[in-house]
Every structure is written in C-alpha cells, then in structure tokens.
Antibody
Framework: QITLKESGPTLVKPTQTLTLTCTFS??????????VGWIRQPPGKALEWLAL???????RYSPSLKSRLTITKDTSKNQVVLTMTNMDPVDTATYYC??????????????WGQGTLVTVSS | QSVLTQPPSVSAAPGQKVTISCSGS????????VSWYQQLPGTAPKLLIY???KRPSGIPDRFSGSKSGTSATLGITGLQTGDEADYYC???????????FGGGTKLTVL
C-alpha cells in the first residue's frame, strides 16, 4: 500500500525559504522509473505542477518557478524534500506530493498525499 | 492561465452524460499521454484516467477518456450527485520538459 504525507511549516514570512518534506511508504525511490512530484493549489484555484524527481536523481522543474525550487531525495529515509526560496503571499497554497509510477511520455500521479496548507504572511 | 484549456464549468442532470474537454498543443497533448483527476471538495486529487483512456483499478466504467490530436476528453455517464467535483487534465510538455495541469472544470449535477 502506497502512502505519502507532506510535512513542514504552516506559516512562513515573506522572503523566507519554505522547506517541505514528503515521507512515503509502500515503494522505493531506487526502483527504476519511479518518481515523486510536488504539486500545489492556491485556495480556490487550479492545480499547479511544481517539480519531479526520479529514481536516478533526474530532476524536472516548472519553468516559471525553476529559479526558486530545489527538489532532493533521501532514499534511505524514504523522503523527498522541496525547498522554495523567497516566499511571497501569492505562494499561499496547499502543497501536495504524489507518486509517479514511471510511465514514459506522460504525466501520471497515481497516489497523492493529503496535502499541507502553507500560508505566507508577515 | 493554464497552457491546457478546460471549460470552467459543466452541468447535467443525474443519470445523464457529460464530457469535459482539455485542449493543448503538439508539444504536450499531441505527443504525450493524458491523465485525468477528480478532486472532491476538501480532498486531494484522485487519479481517474491515465494513458489517455485507461482506468485504474476501482474506477467505474462510467468514466472514460479519449484523445484526438491535441485535445483530450473525459466522459462521465450515469451522473450521480457524488460526481460533483473539480476535474483536471494533466500531461507532460516535451518542449518545456515539465508537467502541467489544465485549469480545472467544476462539474455540477443538477
């Protein structure tokens, strides 16, 4: 059974750096093809794809946020960490991590965490 | 504004059928698989359709997907009040080397 859970601060101040951790079970990030992605959703708005890290440490980022994002993995801890620098109130959103089973030529998240709401405010 | 275009809302009566479109370009939908997600109020998204038209285990066959050229469509038959949710298409963009979602469609079952 695959599960994922996001953790991190619920409140950050403008200009601060956000660090979110996705802790998962039921799969290994050392399995060929597998990935973990981050997606966010501002209140009342659409999903936004942020970043994805693969089993081989290949990383992909949203072009519009690439300069602010870093995704890393710790295979031994079954964790993926996303950092976002220079936080702004417009970054207020629910942040999700999700499992990518490793399909080629497409986007596929078959298991999602429950999400964590991050508010950016002074 | 999303690169993948979905209608903001659709509605239909219980028992009827509805379709939700997702329009993109050759760099995304045209050359990559599309997936669809259902998001019930206050919950995380749930995978409904992957690889354009495949259903994960446990998803009823009332839900279907198709793709033609640079557009994809989600179909839902036998509408139930429990189907009221936001629906999102998603795919990869080969030019951007990044994933993307549509703007979402709110389904109302009247």
């Amino acid at each position: 059974q695959i599960t994922l859970k996001e953790s991190g601060p619920t409140l950050v101040k403008p200009t601060q750096t956000l660090t979110l951790t996705c802790t998962f079970s039921g799969f290994s990030l050392s399995t060929s093809g597998v990935g973990v992605g981050w997606i966010r959703q501002p209140p009342g708005k659409a999903l936004e794809w942020l970043a994805l890290i693969y089993w081989n440490d290949d990383k992909r980022y949203s072009p519009s946020l690439k300069s602010r994002l870093t995704i890393t993995k710790d295979t031994s801890k079954n964790q993926v960490v996303l950092t976002m620098t220079n936080m702004d109130p417009v970054d207020t959103a629910t942040y999700y991590c999700a499992h990518d089973p490793g399909r080629a030529a497409g986007l596929l998240f078959d298991y999602w965490g429950q999400g964590t709401l991050v508010t950016v405010s002074s | 504004q999303s690169v993948l275009t979905q209608p903001p809302s659709v509605s239909a009566a219980p028992g009827q059928k509805v379709t939700i479109s997702c329009s993109g370009s050759s760099s995304n939908i045209g050359n990559n698989y599309v997936s669809w997600y259902q998001q019930l109020p206050g919950t995380a998204p749930k995978l409904l359709i992957y690889d354009n038209n495949k259903r994960p285990s446990g998803i009823p066959d009332r839900f279907s997907g198709s793709k033609s050229g640079t557009s994809a469509t989600l179909g839902i038959t036998g509408l139930q009040t429990g189907d009221e949710a936001d629906y999102y298409c998603g795919t990869w963009d080969s030019s951007l080397s990044a994933g993307m979602f549509g703007g979402g469609t709110k389904l109302t079952v009247l």
